[in-house]
């Protein structure tokens, strides 16, 4: 009976800190937005390639910071407490374009598809 009132603490506590950690909180008079965006990778030969390509993206983009996000994205961000809020959102994808280039080779595209946020002064 022990064991299951731990667990069931330990994962209330676990439930509830994560959503502390979820977002970064930016105190003052400061709006949220979300924005989503699809960007492109390189042409692949194959689908699998082309699923690589956008996979590794996609990892270079969740290790950046807030402020190298904002420059990746381009964000038109004044503060250092702006730049920094910027963060990719929980539901990113990868899905192929298939193109036929000018040899009459099929080509594939991997595109990323992703959600970021970011907090900006009213």
Known sequence: MKTIKNTLLASTMVIFSATAFAAPVV?????????????????????????????????????????????????????????NSVTLNDNANITLQEVMNEQGQLVYTGLVNITYSYYQAN
């Open 27 to 83: 105190y003052g008079d400061y709006s949220e937005h979300s924005t989503n965006k699809t960007i492109k990778t390189a042409a692949a030969d194959s689908k699998e390639a082309a699923y690589q390509l956008g996979l590794e993206k996609l990892n270079l983009l969740k290790a950046k910071s807030g402020t190298e996000l904002n420059n990746e994205f381009a964000l038109q961000l004044g503060s250092l407490k702006e730049k």
